[in-house]
């Protein structure tokens, strides 16, 4: 069964440092989208993406934060600066139909 | 308006029983509702959704309820089994085309032997 792939599965980082989290969605999805989820709350929006350009950006997503299609399979989040408020799972997810389909998620621990 | 409101926050039931949970939410626009499960360290996964033409989904021991003019629906787990201990998380899209899904706050459900 197709699904989407995260890489780090872990990392750790110190505040102030660039992070760079990546992601293999499914590969006839054309509709990308991250999420966060600080531990024990809810799975929050960060950004949606579609056909190159962010077609959608929560307030969270501020100017630290950058998506990238680099070629015709990643899909990655770059938080250029990260705070200590950046430690959560970040989670990629995919879709054609409308049915999202969620990685196992990035756990970011920043120091 | 965004919001998805869910409850209970936790919820502990037995073996064979069921387990209900709840969500509300405030825009109209939204047109489709899904709910899913998440085990600890793994990403959400689908179990079940809806739409808001319909009144009720079953797909096995899971069922939607939801209610159109109260603006709420809810998650039934049937015969609950210890192996359905999880976190359930409603969400709701919306109409802006962009697929987002605002999620629940999600409830921990477990069930005991």
């Known amino acids: 069964e197709p699904e989407v792939t995260q890489t780090p599965s872990h990392q750790v980082t110190q505040m102030g440092q660039e992070v760079i989290l990546r992601c293999v969605p499914i590969?006839?999805?054309?509709?990308f989208y991250w999420y966060r989820q600080i531990l024990g709350q809810k799975v929050e929006f960060l950004v949606s993406?579609?056909?190159?350009?962010?077609?959608?950006k929560s307030e969270i997503f501020d100017d630290q934060f950058s998506v990238e299609r680099p070629d015709g399979s990643n899909f990655t989040l770059k938080i250029r600066s990260t705070k200590l408020e950046d430690s959560a799972m970040y989670f990629c997810?995919?879709?054609?139909?409308?049915?999202?389909?969620f990685g196992e998620g990035s756990r970011l621990t920043v120091l | 308006q965004q919001q998805v409101k869910q409850s209970p926050q936790s919820l502990i039931v037995q073996k064979g029983g069921i387990s209900i949970i709840n969500c509300a939410y405030e825009n109209t626009a939204f047109d489709y509702f899904p709910w899913y499960q998440q085990f600890p360290g793994k990403g959400p996964a689908l179990l079940i959704a809806i739409r808001p033409d319909v009144s009720e989904k079953k797909e096995g021991r899971f069922t939607i309820s939801f209610n159109k003019s109260a603006k709420q629906f809810s998650l039934h787990i049937m015969d609950s089994q210890p192996g359905d201990s999880a976190t359930y998380f409603c969400?709701?899209?919306?109409?802006?085309?962009?697929?987002?899904?605002?999620f629940g706050q999600g409830t921990t459900l477990q069930v005991k032997p």
């Open positions: 997810a995919s879709t054609s139909t409308g049915e999202l389909f």
């Open positions: 590969s006839n999805h054309l509709y």
């Open positions: 969400a709701a899209r919306g109409s802006s085309n962009t697929g987002k899904l605002i």
């Open positions: 993406f579609y056909n190159n350009e962010i077609s959608e």
